[in-house]
């Protein structure tokens, strides 16, 4: 039965996970346990509870309590589901929620790299990225067009950070993805130790164009995107097997990291 919770007060602790505050702060929220994390709107909440993840309680817009997010209270069992007008919640979040919902879940203890690049054959690598909405939107791009699984350097954003996740349109929670624990350059060797040849996108000397025969055809694949503004480092380039670059005109030299992204996995997945 749900446990509908009118908010009365704004400082209640039990509605740290929804406050204006460091997502940082939620991964040790909790004294145990991998931290946890928030998602936002109906849609990305139920691809949460599809991918197995564990909520720990829901604010929602009160018109929505038996509107559009009834079926997810219902999933949720007896849960807190903490509800007020959009004015009040948009007062205790600082923005205003997308669809009147955001759910408050436990992280999962993330895979080892080792344990992804064993049963994958397609990966993104992201190095250093740190604007959330590119790291959301290459998720997406990654899952819609047939890649593996995702991995990040350690001062890549957080891909369960709210943002991250609602451009990923819940994305993040259906690739396996997780952190190299090897340091620029090093995790290149890592790479190929796993049979990967590697792919770094970048305007540098020796490229091959996208649409190489020889990179569709090679039975591992590891693309490396870099950083907006610097893109890839230097000794992490000289490391890969390839450089790659995507063909343009018009005197436009390179994409935003996303949109590169999504022409890369397009032209070298090899599922679609």
């Known amino acids: 039965m749900a446990n509908i919770i009118e908010i009365t007060d704004l400082n209640m602790k039990e509605l740290i996970p929804y406050t204006d505050t460091s997502e940082k702060k939620l991964i040790d929220y909790f004294s145990h346990g991998d931290g946890i994390f928030t998602a936002e709107s109906p ?5 949460a509870l599809d991918s197995g993840y564990e909520p720990i309680s829901l604010l929602i817009e009160r018109k929505y309590i038996n509107g559009q997010a009834s079926d997810i209270i ?9 509800t007020a007008s959009s004015s009040i919640l948009e007062e205790l979040t600082g923005f205003k929620l997308t669809q009147g919902a955001l759910c ?8 080892t790299p080792q344990e992804i690049l064993s049963k ?23 899952a819609a067009l047939g890649f593996d699984a995702v991995l990040l350097t350690q001062s890549c954003s957080d891909p369960l950070f709210r943002r991250t996740v609602r451009v990923s349109m819940g994305t993040v929670f259906q690739l396996p993805w997780t952190y190299l624990m090897n340091g620029t350059p090093d995790y290149i060797s890592e790479l190929k130790s796993a049979g990967f040849s590697c792919a770094a996108m970048a305007l ?7 649409d190489d025969a020889k990179l569709k055809a ?10 907006e503004g610097d893109g890839l480092r230097n000794a992490t380039i000289d490391q890969c ?5 995507i063909p343009m005109v018009n005197g436009v030299d390179s994409l935003n990291v996303a949109a590169a992204s999504a022409v890369a996995f397009f032209q070298l997945s090899n599922k679609i």
């Open 241 to 245: 097997n390839y450089t790659i670059k």
């Open 43 to 47: 849609k990305v909440i139920r691809t």
């Open 218 to 227: 090679e039975p591992k694949l590891a693309v490396i995107l870099g950083t």
């Open 74 to 82: 219902k999933r949720c069992g007896e849960i807190p589901v903490y």
């Open 120 to 142: 994958s054959e397609r990966i993104a690598v992201l190095e250093d990225i740190m604007n959330q909405t590119n790291i959301g939107a290459i998720f997406r791009s990654a």
């Open 104 to 111: 408050a879940m436990r992280r999962k203890k993330l895979p």
């Open 204 to 210: 540098h000397r020796n490229t091959v164009r996208i």
